[in-house]
């Protein structure tokens, strides 16, 4: 979070102002194709009718609205001083989906261990350019900031590292440049926003997943022949969008009993509400858990519709799986993917294993009872998919 900007006695007067302030420190008023507009405008809006935000939310969600157009601009700035950068399409990436919660990070941060990837590290999805060599990567000042703003995100909510700890220099999820195009669902999450989510819900995310597209080409120009690995949960309720950009794309969907999953993200996008807005907190997080049930199992519906028609193209893996037997569950992986797996490789990723790095600042503890929902009726909406793929999990 950037805390460094004051914000606008009202929010929906502001976007000349947070225009101005990014074609300031960027150096370039260039924000590229305005189909962003509309959700920003409709973003500013909702953020003075919506959220009871205390001074300190308002500081901190003005800063991530101007952070993220200045990554948009930042990209934009850099692919026009990188022509040719989109010369190469992307070829056969492989990419980590589900549900959220349901061990995406683990396998993602897993996989990334094998140096044949390529992947989208948390500092350049804040500032897209070509991926400088990685022993330079502390020498540049987005990368700098990148770590620093992450400090102060859990300086101001320490439990965030047990749930979820990011680190800069690590791979992270693609949602992170698709929300620059301000058609996501991170806009939702971060406070209260039904206004934003009723018009995110009815908008197209297309024009996001070639912004998307162009950054990830952006990033990856130093070596166009690298293979990509990617990660995204929203990715499941947009699989058309996902195999449009990427039509040999080998997609990895896992699965977890959703009355585990859906309360674990909710008791995440929870933890800041203290610090986000004045009270609420028991009616805001029992809402939330409704809309995230809805949410996604809507979004496996609509998966399961896509798969259909792409034979070949999704594997399955079950969390308790992946938990139980990681690295079978690897050879699984890269059976599918076409690719064996090196001595040295499978040396590192046993001592990622065995280090537990997910668990470093502690466990992540929740308890679905506390937003006044039970397991059923968490499990109900996603009708058949508990059972297709034997998610409840078995305790001796």
Known sequence: MDLSY?????????SDQVHEIVAREVGSDDFGPDDYLPGLKVLLHSMDYDP?????????????????????????????AHPGFDARPIVGPVVITGVPRTGTTALHRLMAVDPRFQGLQTWLLDSPMPRPPQETWASY???????????????????????????????????????????SNLWSCGWSAPTYDAWWQATSEEP????????????????????????NPGHIEHLDLLFAIYPDAKVIQTHRDPAKAVPSLVSLLMQMHPEMEEGRADQRGAIMLEREVAKWSNAVRKADAVRAH?????????????????????????????????????????????????????????????????????RAPFGDYVNRFDLLEKRA
């Not at 004051?6 to 502001?14: K, M, S």
């Not at 009871?52 to 990209?75: K, N």
């Not at 996001?208 to 990660?231: D, F, M, T």
């Not at 308790?320 to 001595?343: C, K, N, S, T």
Request: net charge positive.
């Open 310 to 378: 792409s034979p070949g193209q999704v594997l399955d893996i079950v969390h308790g799986d992946f938990h139980r037997e990681p690295m079978a569950v690897l050879e699984r992986i890269y059976a599918f993917i076409g690719w064996e797996i090196p001595d040295a490789t499978r040396a590192a990723m046993a001592q990622r294993i065995a280090e537990k790095p997910e668990l470093a600042y502690g466990v992540h503890r929740y308890d679905i009872r506390d937003y006044g929902m039970t397991e059923a009726e968490a």
């Open 141 to 183: 000042p987005e990368f700098q900031k990148s770590v620093a703003l992450l400090e102060a995100r859990y300086a101001a909510a320490p439990q965030k590292r047990a749930a979820h700890n990011v680190i800069a220099e690590e791979v992270h999820e693609c949602c992170m440049v698709l929300r620059q195009s301000f058609v």
């Open 6 to 14: 004051d914000p606008p006695a009202a929010f929906r007067y502001a």
């Open 208 to 231: 996001a997943y070639r912004h998307y597209y162009k950054c990830v080409q952006l990033i990856g120009s130093n070596e166009p022949n690298k293979r990509w690995l990617l990660k």
């Open 52 to 80: 009871r935000f205390s001074e300190f939310g308002r500081r901190i969600a003005w800063g991530q609205v101007v952070g993220v157009l200045r990554g948009r601009a930042e990209a934009i700035k850099s692919m026009k």
